[in-house]
């Protein structure tokens, strides 16, 4: 069955976004570590891990080391302005929800 939904890019990124979250919740508690440790501590396949690790260090979030991934110095000083962002999204998605919700209901 084919699925009709205006948000379906936006649900797929925000998988995306939840896997990164879990590997930089990880990697507050434990690092360096590298992508098998990973996969078996989110039980995230290795590849989506690699994909992952890569985003996150284009985004400078992370850095590798011979021992496994780190989190970078900028990441853990930003941590005030990472939380507003996911804020941010939160708040946005609500006004779209409820925009969604009142256009619907007046059909």
């Not at 853990?76 to 708040?91: F, N, P, R």
Request: hydrophobic content about 40%; glycine content about 2%; overall charge negative.
């Amino acid at each position: 069955m084919k699925e009709y939904s205006i948000f379906r890019e936006i649900i797929n990124d925000m998988d995306t976004l939840k896997r990164h979250i879990s590997v930089i919740n990880v990697l507050l508690r434990e690092q360096p570590i590298g992508i098998i440790k990973l996969s078996q501590e989110t039980g995230i396949p290795e590849h989506k891990i690699r994909y992952s690790l890569r985003i996150l260090e284009q985004e400078n979030i992370i850095s590798p080391s011979r021992e496994g991934a780190i989190l970078t110095p900028d990441f853990i000083e930003h941590k005030e302005q990472i939380i507003a962002d996911a804020e941010k999204v939160l708040e946005e998605a609500t006004k779209i929800a409820e925009d969604v919700r009142k256009m619907l209901e007046k059909k």
